[in-house]
Structure formats: C-alpha cells, structure tokens
C-alpha cells in the first residue's frame, strides 16, 4: 500500500527560528509531491510542487526537497512568523496513480 | 485567472436525508476535477475524481456519488447520509497537463446529526 507519513503530528516554535518539516512515502515511484498550508477550516493552499526530476523547489522563504530514493522531502521554513501557524500537508503522486496521496499534516504553531 | 467555487460553506443535516454540494471551476477548461474528505484524525481522503465530462471514478465504496453534467461542474450527492457521513469535503481541480499543481475550493462542513 502507498503510503504517506508527516512526523511530528505537531510542532511549537518561538517566532524567529528556522525549522524543519518531515514527510515519508513508501514508493520511490512518484511523479511529483507537493506541500500545501491549511489554515482552520479553510481549503488547502498550493505551496511547492516538486517534480520527481528535480531535488528542490524555492519560494520566499519556503523551501522543499526531495530525495526519491530514500523515500523522503523536507519542507524548510526560514526565519518563521506568527502567521506560518498552520497544518502543513505533504501530497504526493504516485507512478501508478492519478491523484495525490495526502499525509495526515503537521501543525506547527509559531508563538510571538 | 482560474477561480474554484464550493458551496455551502457549512451544512447540517438530518440522518437519512439527501445531500447535493456543488463545485464549479472558472477560467479553464477539461479540468480533472476531484472530492476529497477531510475527517479529524484521517486526513484527507480521496473520494471521486473526473477527468471529462460524465467520466467518474470512485475510489471508496459507500453510499455517497458524483456526476459532472458540464466541463466545470463537479456534484457531490447521497440519496441518505449516515453519521459517519460527517467531514469536510473538499472540491479540488487541476489541469490535465503533466505536473501542474492541485487547486482546493474552500469547503463544506457537513455535520449529521
């Protein structure tokens, strides 16, 4: 089975800090993954796409990778603010299939 | 630009009574268009997805349907919902062209009581 795992669950950082988001899947077969933020009761919002060709992706201060082999993206967020507070999903797309493989999330809060 | 419209934003319904969420994409054309749940704990589950109008594949079994009448137009429906039909549902689309990005609507909050 696919599978697509986010570690931790959630996440409390003071505001300034540089911080590190996990996601794992089980397949290195992928066509693409992408991270999206969700804000509380709201629809998911497009962050990064990333190809299975390419290694990274960068935007302001978001930046995400990809390691296919080792089944493994990060997403890093520099100089975090208050207003990152968020869930962060990782999606991805596998070979195989014909829609995204979504992991359960991490919450992170950025406290002032 | 290319906008994706859901309504309602949230919705409570009776056990055993019908449902119908709309979705409608703007600014495009021969979306793929997809349903998702989002149930706490669960994350977000992949119901339907088209790819062209009156084509809808199902990817769990259970007593929820979807059509797509027009190019843009995705329906969610039941004939009786269940409690365990509670969720939020998420309408998403993207372009048919290879590694293009997934686009959300808003959401419906679907509480059955």
């Known amino acids: 089975k696919q599978e697509v795992t986010q570690i931790p669950a959630a996440l409390s950082v003071p505001e300034g800090e540089n911080l590190v988001l996990n996601c794992s899947f089980t397949?290195?077969?992928?066509?693409?993954l992408q991270w999206f933020r969700q804000d509380p009761g709201k629809g998911l919002t497009s962050l990064l796409l990333i190809q299975s060709s390419q290694r990274e992706q960068t935007s302001g201060r978001l930046n995400a990778s990809l390691d296919k082999s080792s089944g493994r993206s990060t997403l890093y967020i520099a100089a975090s603010q208050p207003g990152d507070s968020a869930t962060y999903l990782c999606?991805?797309?596998?070979?195989?299939?014909?829609?995204?493989?979504f992991g359960k999330g991490t919450s992170l809060l950025v406290t002032p | 630009s290319q906008t994706i419209h859901q309504w309602p934003a949230t919705l409570v319904q009776p056990v055993g009574s019908p449902l119908s969420l709309e979705c409608t994409v703007e600014g495009t054309s021969n979306p793929n268009l997809y349903w998702y749940r989002q149930a706490a704990g669960r994350g977000l589950q992949l119901l339907f997805y088209s790819v062209g109008i009156g084509q809808i594949s199902s990817e769990v079994p259970q007593n929820l349907s979807a059509s797509r009448p027009q190019d843009r137009q995705f329906i969610l429906s039941s004939k009786k919902l269940l409690l365990s039909d509670s969720g939020f549902y998420l309408c998403a689309w993207r372009s048919g062209t290879a590694n293009e990005k997934l686009f959300f609507g808003s959401g419906t909050q679907l509480s059955v009581l």
């Open positions: 999606a991805v797309e596998f070979d195989s299939g014909y829609a995204l493989n």
């Open positions: 397949d290195s077969a992928i066509y693409n």
